[in-house]
């Protein structure tokens, strides 16, 4: 493909858009960064050769059907959810993602979130900004002490590892997990306990982190009965996705008590976020900054045009998806 003809859905760090447009003529950028709606995602697919989306893109089955163009989509972002891929290939579409390079920057999210909750960050920020913090006492916001405590990890892979050498050897945590993968590479924690259901983990943790992919699989995995399985001081922290968890079932947990706290970067039908949830102090709430530093977002991007460069020049993309 000579002169391919690319969308690219949002806006990405200025010094690669300028690198994008400088290699290929025909680049079409999304200047207002506005979402695009599922008519503009069906006319890209229909009239470009190469679609660049991210997360905030829905692409379903139904978007692949009639006349397509594209033959590519190099998705920014490791989860590709948000993509119908089995009928992106079904159409002859080439799909590829951005794993590792967010991996730490992630689990730095995962860790922010999991430190918030357990101290109450949230709570005593709004309180000083609002002008009522009447000054220090023994007893106000004593949150939970995250030394010493047990962190159990859903989803052992390359984040959920990174989480977990996090804890243990920065904050001198303990780790059990479940992985549903007969195997998992190395992740780097020796004494780190591998259990045999996700309910053993939720029953065992202070300190529950989700690192499993978004999607069907694990649709409301952590429904209400799972959560009646975690002690009631634990906390459930996700910067997954946001559909693994039923957040009804959460916010009522998180308003009874049947746990402690929760710290969430994800949501289902994002970007609105539950009422239920936002009137609650007990949970952490932050818009999907996962993976959201310069450099992360940077590699990211280069890593879009890798795989591109790739799928044009005739190789097999390095991430490829399908
Ligand atoms: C990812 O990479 O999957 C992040 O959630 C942002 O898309």
């Known amino acids: ?20 447009v400088r290699r290929y003529r025909s680049v079409r950028l999304n200047q207002d960064d506005v979402p695009l709606g599922p008519d503009e995602l069906k006319a890209a697919l229909r009239d470009a050769d190469v679609v660049l989306p991210t997360v905030s893109d829905r692409i379903p089955a139904e978007l692949f059907t009639g006349k397509i163009r594209a033959r590519f989509l190099g998705n920014f972002g490791v989860g590709f959810d948000h993509i119908d891929v089995a009928a992106a290939a079904r159409a002859g579409i080439v799909v590829s993602n951005t794993p590792g390079v967010l991996t730490e920057a992630t689990a730095d999210t995962a860790m922010t979130l999991l430190l918030m909750a357990a101290r109450r960050a949230g ?11 009447t000054g220090w006492r023994p007893t106000h916001l004593m949150g939970a002490d995250v030394s010493g405590k ?73 429904d209400a009965p799972r959560l009646r399985e975690m002690k009631p001081s634990a906390f459930l922290i996700n910067t997954a996705r946001g559909d693994v968890v039923d957040q009804d079932a959460l916010a009522d947990a998180l308003r009874d008590r049947t ?46 045009l890798d795989n591109l460069e790739d799928f044009l020049e005739g190789r097999r993309p390095w991430s490829r998806v399908v």
């Open 150 to 222: 047990i962190i159990g990890i859903l989803g052992m892979g390359r984040i959920g590892s990174a989480v977990a050498r996090r804890a243990h050897f920065g904050f001198g945590m303990s780790v059990v997990y479940y992985d549903r993968g007969k195997t998992v590479a190395d992740h780097g924690v020796t004494d780190a306990v591998r259990l045999d259901s996700v309910e053993e983990v939720l029953r065992t943790a202070d300190f529950v982190s989700l690192h499993m992919p978004g999607g069907r699989g694990n649709a409301r995995l952590i």
């Open 123 to 133: 709570e005593g920020e709004r309180e000083v900004r609002s002008g009522h913090w």
């Open 259 to 304: 746990i402690a706290g929760a710290g969430l970067d994800v949501y289902e039908g994002e970007p609105a976020v539950p009422r239920k949830l936002r009137d609650l102090e007990n949970v952490v709430l932050l818009p999907h900054l996962g993976s959201a530093t310069l450099e992360t977002r940077t590699a990211m991007s280069l890593q879009v």
């Open 1 to 20: 493909m000579l002169e391919p003809t690319i969308v690219v859905t949002r806006r990405w760090p200025a010094p690669v858009e300028k690198e994008l």
